[in-house]
């Protein structure tokens, strides 16, 4: 029994994931909100004042920004980047299929044509199978590029810049956690 309790406190230490702070963003970091027409907005925290925070968000032209300052009583939710996740597995799993069917597809229509002069004649199932393990042999190592070079945001609800005694009476959020590991995450804001 008290090797059971060992392995399962290890097992909980091993995996439990990063612990963050429930701190108020602050200028020049990452954020996601809702207003009351439900239009969200993404982008970077540039000011804020008692009334109002300034959010800079894309320009209507290519590579242009533009601040929107938005009114903090319409805004119904509030959140933060709490850091990337890299889906290498994901892309990998994707990038392998596509490239066997694609590779496949290419070697089932390159076998079903004869070929007199040529070394070898292969039946298009022979095409279909070859084409499929070198479509998938290609799809790994770019699978394993395009996970490395593409990671999410990861978001989370934060409290408000200077809004930090809006979080002194403790609510327990249950959050589901979809990914790498699947579980749930219990959050309860302290205040500050």
Not at 38 to 53: I, M, Q, Y
Not at 129 to 152: C, D, H, N, R, T
Request: charged letters at 15%; glycine letters at 14%.
């Amino acid at each position: 029994m008290k090797r059971l309790l060992l392995l399962l406190i290890g097992t909980a230490i091993c995996s439990a994931g990063p612990v963050r702070a429930q701190s108020a963003p602050a200028q020049g970091d990452r954020i996601r909100i809702t207003i009351a027409d439900s239009a969200v907005l993404t982008g970077t925290l540039r000011s804020f004042s008692g009334e109002s925070l300034g959010i800079e968000v894309p320009g209507p032209k290519w590579h242009t920004t533009e601040i929107a300052e938005i009114g903090l009583e319409d805004i119904t939710t509030f959140e933060a980047v709490l850091g990337k996740e890299y889906h290498v597995g994901r892309a990998i799993k994707k990038t392998t299929i596509v490239t066997g069917v694609t590779f496949g597809v290419l070697g089932l229509l390159a076998g079903a044509e004869d070929c007199r002069n040529c070394f070898i004649d292969p039946t298009a199932e022979q095409g279909l199978l070859v084409g499929s393990i070198f479509g998938a042999l290609v799809g790994v190592p770019l699978g394993l590029i395009i996970g490395a070079l593409s990671p999410e945001e990861v978001w989370g609800d934060a409290p408000l810049p200077g809004q930090g005694s809006a979080l002194a009476t403790p609510t327990p959020t249950v959050t589901p956690i979809l990914g790498n590991r699947v579980g749930l995450a219990l959050s309860i804001p302290m205040g500050h």
